[in-house]
């Protein structure tokens, strides 16, 4: 990461004598993934939603700097795994993701607009996110909000918070329809700075100790498990016993196709020159 922005800062310094400046914007859909603790073997079974709108200001034919608003959905079912572990522990949770963003684009070949020889190019790109989440799960057909139930045991007040910042990286591919239009391909992931995007991170809490701090349905969400062949279910959700894996914080993806537009201009010696 420290190598890669040293080189941007390096590529905004030299610049170049056609550089290609100005900002396009535009927006992109696709699908978001979710890994961590409800998805540990990278399941690839409960895509959702993603969207989002985008700025990006081209330094030159090499260096650009995005910002962008986006909105995603994940999910995860431990009835979905091969684990039966997993399966026993029966947890499940849906979140909305909605995420402010910011990152460098580096072009691995020189890129202009309405260039008919350097019109495509693939990138890398890296940054920093906020990210606003609210892990929820369906019980007798209603969504629950999970944080507020500490089902960890957390005490009120001392709940885990539903923002997080995140790195974000990823590779894509940008080629023109013209002048002014651009298609870009885009696989970028981010890595949370917590790990509770699921609403598991530790161990299993005294149900006790959580129906008496936080009511009925914080105790039943708490430990959901199920009877499974090969599995002592008592003693896999015994207080004290794990529930998720703390030293692994959240991640989730996005796989996008967007349409950009181009309001610049290229600088000195013009437009005609990059044919």
């Not at 100005?22 to 927006?27: H, L, M």
């Not at 992931?189 to 299993?204: A, E, I, K, P």
């Amino acid at each position: 990461m420290k190598k890669f922005f040293l080189a941007v800062l390096v590529l905004l310094t030299v610049g170049s004598i056609h550089a290609q400046r100005g900002w396009e914007a535009g927006g992109l859909v696709g699908v978001s993934h979710y890994f961590g603790d409800l998805n540990s073997n990278f399941r690839l079974t409960d895509p959702g939603k993603a969207f989002a709108v985008a700025a990006r200001f081209n330094f030159n034919e090499r260096v650009c700097l995005r910002f962008s608003g986006n909105y995603g959905e994940v999910s995860a079912y431990d009835s979905d795994s091969d684990n039966l572990f997993e399966q026993a522990r029966n947890l499940s949770f849906q979140s909305p993701l909605l995420e402010a963003n910011a990152q460098f684009e580096f072009n691995f070949l020189p890129y202009f607009h309405g260039s008919s020889n350097e019109f495509f190019t693939p990138y890398v790109l890296a940054g920093l996110s906020t990210v606003y989440y609210n892990p929820m799960t369906e019980y007798n057909g209603d969504l629950v909000e999970l944080r507020e139930l500490g089902t960890e045991g957390q005490f009120k007040g001392e709940e885990y918070r539903t923002t997080a910042l995140a790195i974000n990286y990823g590779i894509g591919l940008k080629f023109d329809i013209n002048y002014y239009w651009s298609v870009n391909l885009e696989l970028s992931g981010r890595r949370m700075n917590s790990d509770y995007l699921d609403d598991v991170s530790t161990v299993y809490a005294d149900k006790g100790d959580i129906e008496q701090i936080n009511g009925e349905l914080a105790a039943i969400l708490s430990d959901r498990s199920i009877p499974i062949d090969g599995v002592d279910t008592a003693l896999l959700t015994e207080p004290g016993r794990q529930r998720g894996n703390s030293s692994t914080n959240d991640s989730f993806a996005y796989l996008r196709v967007g349409l950009m537009y181009y309001f610049g201009e290229l600088k000195c010696p013009g437009y005609g020159s990059r044919k």
